[in-house]
Structure formats: C-alpha cells, structure tokens
C-alpha cells in the first residue's frame, strides 16, 4: 500500500475510491463531451454581454486599446481590455488573453496586458516570476491579433470586496485596507467559501468561470474588427481557463494551455493542496481525467506547454497527461502539440514565442508574420 503524506493513515483510502480505477481507460470524447456540457450548462445560459460600454481609449506602442464593460447577468460589471495593432485596417483573428490565478485576485487582466497606465509593483513583481518580465497580452497583439482581456470571476473587476466576506476569513483589524497584501490571503480562503455557494446553488466554479469566458469569446467573436479564426491562451489558472474554454466552445478555433496539465492521479500527494477549485469541478464523473476535458473536441487544434521542473505538478503527472491527450488525438496527430521545457511554473519568452509560433499555424496564416 502507498503511504501517502498528505492522507497518512486515510492512506488506504486511495485503493478502496472508485475515481482512480474509473480513469483507468480512456473515456471516448463524445462521452467527456456531454459530461462537460451537463457540467456548465448548471452556471446558466451563454450569449453575447450585456449593456457594453467603451469606456475609454488610448494608443501606446503601436497598439490601439480599449476599455470595455459589460454585464453577464450577476454580481459586477465585467471590465476588460482590447488590444490590437494601431495601424490594422482589415479583420485580424481574435485572440482571448486569460489572466492566471497566480493567488493574486485584486488583480486580473492587468497581470498580463499593459493599459493606459503603468503597472503596479505587485503586477511587475508577479511578471518577473512568471512572465520573463513580459505583458503577454500587448505582445501577442503585436503579433497581428486583436486580443482581448477580460477580468473573471472573483478577480479584478469581478472580485468580492474585502469588506463583504466573513470575518473569520478577512480578519480585518482596524487601519487596514483594501490592496493586493491584505486581499490575496483572503481570497485564497475565500475561494472554498466560494465553492461551497456554487454547491447550494447547483453549480461549480469551473462552471461560472467557463461561462464568462464564452460570454467573453462571443463579443471578441461579434466585432467587425476581428475574423472568424479565434483561439484563447492562458498559464496557470489561465491553462486552466483555456482547458474549459476549448472544451465547452465549438466556436474556439485553437486553444493554448500552460502549466495546467496532469492527470488526477499524478496529483495525489503533492499538488492537490495548491489548486484552485477551476481544476476540480465535482461535477465531473469519476472516468473524465482532466486531460480528457482538454483534449474533448479533438481534433480541434490544442496546444499543451507542460514544465519540467513544475513545482504546481509532477513530471509522471504531466507525462502521463500528454499521453493521454494524444490517446484523444489519434488519427489526428498534428492538431495536438505538446511541448516539454525547462524550468518551473512559468511562460517564459522561449514559451510565449513557441505559443506563438504555434498560433500562427492553427489560425491559418491570418496574422501578419512575426517581427
């Protein structure tokens, strides 16, 4: 019997769990498929957003930006920004940018994108550590794209204020206040609390999250500015995002994953307590592996950038996870791309040009060449 630190005497448990045995096989992707789509439809119905507003714009290094806000039925509204080339004149494919979780919820979009101001030194600080010091979003517009950022839910725009949530998990004092060091430990609590608000109302948090970022593809996708090759990248828990994007939108041309690849098992005893509740939707059946929702619209064009030295997951997890993706692509290898790199949890400027790279073969040439 493995012995399993984080378990300890609940060891055992793992052998007698019928999840692990379920996931043996590989599940056919027209099953993972209705499984998903039982799973999001609970967050409520897709469309276009609501009420959208420009509310302002500006040109910075080559780019035309806008800042956008728009309902999607509840809670506050959505503010996201729109980037692209300032000097484009014809329909250019539309890229969505998905901020990370990064356990940083003050902010969202402005993680990746630079806007009319200049980042914060906690924003500079995180794209240091996993960016190479790079606003992804800004850079891939350059590349002929318009791309658009939009907060999610619970981060940016879409957070919960601090005041708002119990006592017990802000623990405020008097004199403090609301910035990105007292909110993002709250936050992190707060998602369980979260998650447990999603149960009592029939729904997941992967459902909620996947459904904004489909509200959010349908307008990049209605724009008169974009074309109709559209695809979504994200690291992390913008991986993650990606991942439920590619698997609930048949609308998505391409989708890029990073660092948000294993399977469950290869999560066990080492990185289930540093995920975030988007990567364990229980409303999954105990056969669908992640990866399996990943690679569900096969053979749609997927892109999966795994790290070797990821500290957030195995090596065995994320070897065992590409295989199995390419189990879903068979017959149709060359629309999956995995692609192993040095180094931990990150998207470095190697990644971000082989994402790239990447992209512009999976939307069909329609992007300016690089450079």
């Known amino acids: 019997m493995a012995d399993y630190l984080h378990l300890g005497v609940y060891s055992d448990w793992v052998e007698q769990a019928a999840a692990p045995r379920a996931r043996a096989a590989v599940p056919a992707a027209d099953e993972v498929r209705e499984a998903v789509r039982r799973m999001v439809s609970s967050a409520g119905a897709d469309g276009a957003p609501t009420d959208v507003r420009l509310e302002r714009q500006w040109t910075a290094g080559g780019l035309h930006g806008e800042e956008l806000s728009y309902s999607v039925g509840f809670g506050p509204r959505t503010r996201a920004w729109l980037l692209k080339p300032a000097d484009a004149t014809e329909p250019l494919p539309g890229v969505l940018a998905l901020h990370g979780h990064d356990g940083f919820k003050y902010y969202g979009k402005e993680k990746i994108a630079d806007g009319p101001e200049p980042p914060s030194a906690a924003v500079e600080a995180l794209r240091a550590d996993l960016y190479e010091g790079r606003a992804v979003a800004n850079d891939l517009a350059a590349e002929g794209y318009v791309v658009l950022v939009p907060d ?158 990821d500290q957030l997951f195995t090596l065995e997890g994320a070897t065992a996870a590409h295989e199995r993706i390419g189990a879903h692509y068979a017959g149709a290898e060359a629309a999956y791309t995995g692609q192993f790199f040095d180094g931990p949890h990150k998207l470095d400027r190697e990644m971000q040009f082989a994402a790239f790279t990447w992209l512009r073969d999976a939307l069909s040439g329609c992007s300016r060449p690089a450079g």
């Open 152 to 309: 999610v839910f619970t981060w940016g725009s879409r957070r919960f204020p601090l005041a708002e949530m119990p006592p017990s998990i802000h623990g405020l004092s008097a004199g403090q206040v609301d910035e990105p060091a007292t909110y993002n430990p709250a936050a992190r609590r707060h998602e369980h609390l979260v998650e447990k608000y999603c149960t009592v109302l029939g729904t997941t948090m992967a459902a909620v999250v996947a459904r904004e970022d489909r509200i959010a593809l349908a307008y990049l996708r209605g724009r008169s500015d974009t074309n109709d090759q559209t695809a979504c990248i994200g690291l992390s828990g913008g991986g993650c995002r990606s991942a439920l994007l590619r698997a609930t939108s048949e609308e998505l041309t391409a989708a890029v994953v990073v660092g948000m690849m294993s399977t469950y098992d290869g999560l066990l005893d080492h990185n289930v307590v540093d995920h975030t509740w988007m990567f364990l939707p229980r409303m999954l059946p105990a056969q669908v592996d992640w990866p399996d929702l990943a690679a569900c619209q096969s053979p749609a064009p997927l892109l999966v950038q795994y790290n070797r030295h």
